[in-house]
């Protein structure tokens, strides 16, 4: 793991407007790979702060963009106060997709000027409602993105309105970049079935894993759902996945993909049939050539 400087930033923004943000980055001078860090419901909190200097230790140029900056005119930058689940979905429900993806599609382009950035390296990220937005980043027009991991975003829109009219399931055809879109197989607020028609539409756009066992916020050490080993594990695909797409030179020699394809056993050069060469008849009455 490398060594990582962090500082608070402002960023280019949604029509023009500025917010604040937090960067998190490799101590040498680069140019490295860089990402868009899309945080979760409940803002830029300590949790998605160390989440980027995760990113930045594996050389990754991290800034997440304080989507609620607008909304903390007392205390910019501070994470809400509000963690009620509910009142943050209606809270959210408020602010146009518009807006948000605005504000992600505006932040990469200031990503993408700094000195220490690949201009052509520069992906994206997010956890939860992050994952929308990260997935919505991917699939605008003109994004400098070129991979996209989304972590457990929601798939379908409950309920659709005209500031959120289409959902990351509606958007799948318009995806920019390659996508590793990682889940929980019993997430109470993500069903099986939509992560499955997912997969279904992805195709050969990417890589859609769900975890059996694991639910909502597996990725999160503080939290009750969280599974260490399907964590570490999904930290290890995405490391591969984004430098593969990103930097294939910080690629160890030994990572393979960052998702095995699945080889049948007859297409397996190693594998042999052990009945192939085998002769019919060797049972009683069986004989091959037996008179009758």
Same mark, same amino acid.
């Given at each position: 793991?490398?060594? $990582?400087?962090?500082s ?12 604040? *943000? ?6 040498? %001078? ?6 868009? /860090? ?5 803002? /830029? ?6 989440? %980027?200097?995760?990113?930045? #230790? #594996?050389?990754?140029? $991290? ?21 009620? /689940? ?11 997709? %518009? ?21 052509? *390296?520069?992906? $994206? %990220?997010?956890?939860?409602?992050g *994952?929308?937005?990260?997935?919505? +980043?991917?699939?605008?027009?003109g994004?400098?993105?070129?991979a ?7 798939? $379908? ?8 009219p289409r959902? !990351? ?12 879109g ?24 990417g890589?859609i ?8 916020g ?10 260490e080993d399907d ?11 984004l430098? #593969? ?5 910080? +690629? #160890? ?16 050069? !190693?594998?042999?049939n052990?009945?192939? !060469? ?15």
């Amino acid at each position: 793991m490398g060594e $990582t400087v962090t500082s608070k930033v402002i960023v280019a923004a949604h029509g023009g407007a500025e917010i604040g *943000g937090f960067l998190a980055r490799p101590e040498s %001078a680069g140019p490295h790979p860089a990402l868009v /860090l899309v945080h979760e419901i409940f803002g /830029l909190t300590d949790y998605m702060q160390q989440t %980027a200097e995760r990113f930045a #230790e #594996e050389g990754f140029v $991290t800034v997440v963009p304080d989507l609620w900056w607008r909304d903390t005119p007392d205390t910019p930058g501070e994470p809400l106060v509000e963690t009620d /689940l509910l009142k943050l979905r209606e809270f959210v429900e408020t602010i146009p997709d %518009a807006q948000m993806i605005g504000d992600l599609v505006a932040a990469a382009r200031w990503l993408r000027e700094r000195p220490e950035v690949r201009k052509d *390296g520069i992906g $994206t %990220a997010g956890f939860y409602m992050g *994952g929308i937005y990260a997935f919505h +980043l991917a699939c605008e027009e003109g994004t400098p993105v070129k991979a996209c991991v989304d972590f457990y975003g929601r798939i $379908t829109y409950p309920n659709p309105s005209d500031i959120k009219p289409r959902s !990351n399931l509606q958007k799948v055809g318009e995806l920019k970049c390659p996508l590793l879109g990682i889940f929980g197989g019993i997430d109470p607020f993500i069903p099986l079935q939509d992560v499955l028609h997912l997969k279904e539409r992805v195709g050969g756009r990417g890589s859609i894993i769900a975890y059996p066992r694991a639910g909502h916020g597996f990725m999160a050490p503080d939290r009750g759902a969280y599974r260490e080993d399907d964590a570490d594990d999904a930290w290890r695909r995405t490391m591969i996945f984004l430098k #593969e797409k990103l930097a294939p030179d910080l +690629l #160890e020699a030994d990572a393979g993909p960052a998702v095995p394809e699945f080889v049948p056993k007859k297409q397996d050069k !190693n594998w042999k049939n052990p009945h192939k !060469n085998k002769r019919r008849g060797k049972g009683k009455g069986r004989g091959r050539g037996r008179k009758r």
